[in-house]
């Protein structure tokens, strides 16, 4: 079993920042993509970002410039960095890991908890 916890989310000022961090624990062998998603309400899930094992990230184009996905393998963390935040990049955000476990011959995909990021303009 594997646990996703997300910290950092809160209420900011259009025009703001906030960092999120996302750490993964448990049974883990390896884990390949680490990603975050955000949900507003009445909405679908939607990708924001993604990083790879080996550093490639991937961006939603709503966010591309404005956020940064980075991960620290070592620690099984992934982080967030929002800048230039909007009143529409208000949603619930969750992190999302792509995990090989340990014992089993194929990967799994769990999801954290969520955060909730308010920007109110």
């Known amino acids: 079993q594997v646990q996703l916890v997300e910290s950092g989310g809160g209420l900011v000022q259009a025009g703001g920042s906030l960092r999120l961090s996302c750490s993964a624990s448990?049974?883990?062998?390896?884990?390949?993509?680490m990603g975050w998603y955000r949900q507003a309400p009445g909405k679908q899930r939607d990708l924001v970002a993604v990083?790879?094992?080996?550093?490639?990230?991937n961006y939603a184009d709503s966010v591309k410039g404005r956020f940064t996905i980075s991960r620290d393998s070592a620690k099984n963390t992934v982080y967030l960095q929002m800048n230039s935040l909007k009143p529409e990049d208000t949603a619930v955000y969750l992190c999302?890991?792509?995990?090989?476990?340990?014992?089993?011959?194929?990967?799994?995909?769990?999801w954290g908890q969520g955060t909730q990021v308010t920007v109110s303009s």
């Open positions: 999302h890991a792509d995990v090989l476990n340990v014992g089993l011959p194929v990967s799994l995909a769990y």
């Open positions: 448990g049974s883990i062998f390896s884990i390949n993509a």
């Open positions: 990083i790879t094992s080996g550093g490639s990230t």
